[in-house]
């Protein structure tokens, strides 16, 4: 299992299945849109201050973003 693969791949998910765009949803996450085409694409590392940002934007549990389908 490649995790940042995993995370990319689930954020971009939730983020789709919300409707909104990466700038939206960067805004909600407090964070920066670049940053969050990064994880998307698998470009990045994050901590886990910004893992639980975007949990809370997607309002999922923290561990789905972790989960391999």
């Known amino acids: ?3 940042i ?4 791949t689930n954020v971009r998910k939730y ?3 919300k409707g909104v765009s990466q700038e939206k949803f960067a805004e909600l ?3 920066h849109r670049t940053y969050i085409s990064d994880i ?3 470009r990045r590392s994050i ?7 975007i949990a809370d934007a997607l309002e ?4 789905k973003l972790f989960v391999e389908e």
Do not use: H
């Not at 693969?5 to 990319?8: I, L, M, P």
């Open 1 to 3: 299992m490649d995790i």
């Open 5 to 8: 693969k995993v995370f990319g």
């Open 15 to 17: 983020r789709a299945d």
């Open 29 to 31: 996450c407090g964070l």
């Open 40 to 42: 998307e694409c698998f």
């Open 47 to 53: 901590s886990l201050d910004n893992i639980q940002k």
């Open 60 to 63: 999922i549990e923290t561990y």
